[in-house]
């Protein structure tokens, strides 16, 4: 006999940004690690272009910011996401959850929160695990334009 639950839907479908408590806010990033590499604006089209570049505090294997309390003193414009921010930040990869659930396009599969597995981001492919070099390892901060990466501004993991 088929059984029938009546379990609530998860947050992410009923809430709205503002909504979330700051526990589930959290919960949503995904841990893709996108919005922590180097962005560059084309002096030409005002564009943001990605870089496979990361911020000094990104640790690469982890995918994740490794002094996210501390931050601002040692990355004066590392940009804390809110819901009032989100629809500005224009560059925020389009797979990011935050802006996924802003646009009610919702989670993706492989989101943590649905797969109920923190690796299923990366086995898509929509993280930066593994791809990217460390700021730190430059020269200098131009040095970056070399690393222009168009695959990182491209939606990633449908
Ligand atoms: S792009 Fe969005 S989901 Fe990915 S790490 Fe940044 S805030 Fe989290
Ligand atoms: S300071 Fe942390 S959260 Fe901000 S861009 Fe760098 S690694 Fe990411």
Redesign the pocket.
């Known amino acids: 006999m088929p059984h029938v639950t009546d379990a609530p839907a998860p947050f992410w479908k009923t809430k709205r940004l503002e909504e979330m408590s700051p526990g589930e806010w959290e919960s ?9 590499l180097i962005r560059l604006e084309d002096e030409d089209t005002g564009e943001i272009l990605a870089t496979r570049v990361h911020c000094r505090l990104f640790d690469a294997g982890t995918c994740r910011c490794t002094g996210y309390a501390g931050r601002k003193a040692v990355v004066p414009d590392c940009i804390k ?1 809110t819901p009032g921010n989100i629809e500005a930040l224009s560059w ?2 389009k ?5 996924r659930v802003h646009e009610g396009r919702g989670l993706a599969d492989w989101h943590p929160l649905v797969s109920g597995d923190p690796e299923s981001v990366h086995r898509a492919g929509v993280s930066v695990r593994g791809r990217t070099v460390s700021e730190t390892a430059l020269e200098e901060a131009e040095d970056a334009f070399d690393f222009i990466a168009p695959e990182f501004d491209r939606e990633r993991g449908g």
């Open positions: 949503l990033c995904d841990g893709c690690g996108l919005c922590c996401l925020m990869p797979s990011c959850a935050y802006k």
